[in-house]
């Protein structure tokens, strides 16, 4: 910690002075630094706001699983807070103590997110939904955003070269998506997304040509004048 939670002295300082003296001071610190969160350091500050949202979040699945209760004799829509909470008590878990995992911490929230879909199924007694349609829906997202994620990392040159490819992948992603809940309804048929897919690449395409023929980074503020 960086303040004593007993006088609010600073951890680090070395006391000097009488002891009527400290006391005053320390006083006046306690007053002063006992609450003052900017001299926390990061993960100090990641462990607090891992904490505080705890705190909501299990305060407000209390409540409602409380007046559910109260009303129904039993629980029926407090079923839906509960899974809601823990599914981002989890993911906040994730960003709190593995951003640094960047790979393993995605696993974790797609198999979240999946469980999440999953479980909504059980409450409403229709498993299927979540399992056919849900789950392959936020596996193919998942997928596009680590691509789009991979690809800035690897990418040297960084401008509106980024917009294309988001808008590409934007594209292939709606591609995949039509296919899923197509395949989902009997009948695969693509519609609207090779429409969307053919506007995208033409923007991308000119995108990527003004980058790359500058053959320099291209301010994004100024080529838009922003």
Same mark, same amino acid.
């Given at each position: 910690?960086?303040?004593?939670?007993?006088?609010?002295? =600073?951890? %680090?300082?070395?006391?000097?002075?009488?002891?009527?003296?400290?006391?005053?001071?320390?006083?006046?610190?306690? =007053?002063?630094?006992?609450?003052?969160?900017?001299?926390?350091?990061?993960?100090?500050?990641?462990?607090?706001?891992? %904490?505080?949202?705890? #705190?909501? &979040? &299990?305060?407000?699945?209390?409540?409602?699983?409380?007046?559910? !209760?109260?009303?129904?004799?039993?629980?029926?829509?407090? =079923? *839906?807070?509960?899974?809601?909470?823990?599914?981002?008590? #989890?993911?906040?878990?994730?960003?709190?103590?593995?951003?640094?995992k960047a790979v393993f911490m995605a696993f974790l929230s797609f198999v979240s997110t999946a469980l999440l879909l999953l479980?909504?199924?059980?409450?409403?007694?229709?498993?299927?939904?979540? &399992?056919?349609?849900?789950?392959?829906?936020?596996?193919?997202?998942?997928?596009?955003?680590?691509?789009?994620?991979?690809?800035?990392?690897?990418?040297?040159? =960084?401008?509106?070269?980024?917009?294309? !490819?988001?808008?590409?992948?934007?594209?292939?992603?709606?591609?995949?998506? %039509?296919?899923?809940?197509?395949?989902?309804?009997?009948?695969?048929?693509?519609?609207?997304?090779?429409?969307?897919?053919?506007?995208? !690449?033409?923007?991308?395409?000119?995108?990527?040509?003004?980058? *790359?023929?500058?053959?320099?980074?291209?301010?994004?503020?100024? !080529?838009?004048?922003?």
């Amino acid at each position: 910690m960086n303040f004593c939670p007993l006088c609010g002295e =600073k951890a %680090e300082k070395e006391q000097t002075g009488s002891v009527n003296s400290v006391n005053a001071n320390n006083q006046i610190n306690k =007053k002063n630094h006992t609450y003052d969160l900017t001299g926390l350091t990061e993960p100090q500050r990641e462990k607090l706001f891992w %904490e505080l949202s705890g #705190i909501i &979040l &299990l305060t407000g699945m209390i409540v409602t699983s409380i007046i559910d !209760f109260l009303t129904t004799k039993t629980l029926t829509w407090s =079923k *839906y807070t509960l899974a809601i909470g823990l599914y981002l008590f #989890i993911n906040i878990s994730l960003l709190s103590f593995m951003k640094n995992k960047a790979v393993f911490m995605a696993f974790l929230s797609f198999v979240s997110t999946a469980l999440l879909l999953l479980t909504i199924d059980y409450i409403n007694n229709n498993m299927g939904w979540g &399992l056919k349609l849900g789950v392959p829906l936020i596996l193919s997202t998942y997928f596009a955003i680590g691509v789009f994620i991979t690809t800035v990392k690897k990418t040297k040159q =960084k401008g509106i070269n980024l917009i294309a !490819f988001f808008l590409l992948l934007s594209g292939v992603l709606c591609i995949i998506i %039509e296919t899923i809940v197509s395949l989902h309804l009997g009948a695969f048929k693509l519609i609207w997304s090779p429409i969307l897919l053919v506007s995208v !690449f033409s923007v991308a395409v000119i995108l990527l040509f003004i980058h *790359y023929r500058l053959k320099k980074v291209t301010d994004l503020k100024r !080529f838009f004048h922003i």
